[in-house]
């Protein structure tokens, strides 16, 4: 697995995460977390890019009451790609599986 780009932001009362990953088969896989002020608004998913279509498929998603990462708040400081590596190990895990 090789990691291509990973990025934290805030911005509309969410913490948001992304990773793009290279997975050791040569499958590109996307990981989008967002945690949001509201719980019912945050969500954690995977996609792979689909060579034939040319498009990004989601294969996986966490429901929110069993992200880890809720326990963070969108006024926090110092939220790091740290605080979303359980979350998105999770997606990777199942998203291996799932990917045709």
């Known amino acids: 697995m090789k990691r291509l780009t990973q990025k934290v932001w805030n ?3 969410s913490w948001y995460y992304e990773s793009l990953i290279l997975l050791e088969d040569g499958t590109k896989v996307k990981v989008q977390i967002r945690r949001n002020a509201y ?12 060579q034939t279509t040319f498009k990004w498929r989601e294969v996986a998603e966490t429901p929110h009451p069993q ?19 359980e979350d998105e190990a999770l997606l990777l895990s199942e998203a291996r599986h799932l990917i045709p």
């Not at 719980?39 to 954690?44: C, I, L, P």
């Not at 992200?67 to 590596?85: H, P, W």
């Open 67 to 85: 992200m880890k990462c809720l326990n963070i708040s969108y006024v926090q400081r110092g939220i790091t790609a740290k605080d979303f590596e």
């Open 39 to 50: 719980d019912f608004q945050s969500f954690a998913q995977v996609s792979f890019f689909d």
């Open 11 to 13: 911005a509309h009362q």
